[in-house]
């Protein structure tokens, strides 16, 4: 990721949630109270949120000390202790919850991502994510699917060219599209088309594009189409595919599937945090589970 975007994110982020001060921390802790805070994983499945973690609490506290016992990409299980943050009390609870939100949804589409890379299991083709992220969150969601194994898609409607049923109404023909885009674009920029008949899948490889994508086709569809395309046009699958049914589209023979559910419909991990506050020179705490009392 980005360190000078991420560091702008949680900014705005911070912002939006502390607003002037936290009143609650500030009141009770002042600046002077020292503590831990440990995350817990509460659920099993892939940590994604490293960044997050070193920026955001640092942001926060620049002398605060980080232990993380986990890498992006890495299987947690439930009882995990995952960080231990060291600083003041009242930074620790101000990027507490910022900090658990993000590192919740990003390991949620890691663990999300992972699943459908193992029903899958396919030696060829990828699975990859698609533009339904959320607003302000698309570089942290992309980086969550790369962590869980798969790949990302364009990032906007800036890096690529994308012909979909809408452009192809307007312009009144995939080659009419296509044609405009080519006479106008630089090299360095692919056109991909989406097509949902078999007349429209030759008129696109008429065009020459650089990849294809096959809109809600089935997987029979796809294989008996599939042997028109030639060598050099990547091919994509896309729409109504589901964790229910994507195994089914292991051997259609497309380089990619495309699934939106990766980002725009994921559940996150369940992980949770527990402060130690200092008294005297001593640190008591409780962990979930009750494995330690103090240090």
Avoid at 21 to 48: M, P, Q, W, Y
Avoid at 59 to 75: A, C, F, H, I, R
Avoid at 141 to 170: P, Q, T, W
Avoid at 197 to 211: G, H, N, P, Y
Wanted: net charge negative; glycine share 8%.
């Amino acid at each position: 990721m980005n360190s000078i975007k991420l560091r702008l994110l949680l900014e705005q982020f911070f912002i939006e949630d502390i607003g002037e001060r936290d009143v609650t921390s500030e009141l009770i802790f002042g600046n002077e109270h020292k503590g831990s805070l440990v995350l817990i994983a509460k659920d099993e499945g892939i940590f994604c949120g490293e960044q997050i973690i070193h920026t955001g609490f640092r942001l926060l506290d620049e002398s605060s000390q980080l232990t993380l016992n986990v890498k992006d990409g890495e299987k947690v299980v439930k009882g995990q202790e995952l960080a231990l943050i060291t600083g003041r009390v009242s930074d620790l609870l101000k990027a507490e919850r910022v900090v658990l939100n993000l590192v919740q949804r990003m390991s949620g589409i890691a663990t999300k991502t992972n699943e459908a890379v193992r029903v899958l299991d396919s030696a060829k083709t990828r699975i990859c994510d698609t533009r339904k992220t959320t607003p302000g969150l698309r570089m942290l969601e992309k980086y969550a699917v790369r962590c869980g194994g798969g790949f990302n898609h364009r990032y906007g409607l800036y890096d690529a060219v994308m012909i979909k049923d809408n452009h192809i109404s307007f312009a009144g023909s995939i080659n009419n599209a296509v044609e405009a885009v080519r006479s106008n674009l630089g090299h360095m920029v692919k056109v991909e088309v989406e097509i949902e008949t078999k007349d429209q899948l030759l008129e696109a490889i008429d065009s020459k594009v650089d990849c294809i994508m096959f809109d809600n086709r089935t997987p029979e569809q796809i294989e008996e189409w599939i042997g028109n395309v030639p060598a050099g046009i990547l091919t994509e699958a896309s729409g109504g595919i589901t964790l229910d049914n994507l195994h089914s589209y292991r051997d259609c023979g497309v380089d990619y599937i495309s699934l939106g559910f990766l980002t725009h419909s994921v559940k996150s991990l369940d992980i949770s945090a527990k402060v130690m506050a200092e008294t005297k020179g001593a640190v008591a705490y409780e962990y979930i589970g009750g494995a330690r009392n103090e240090i």
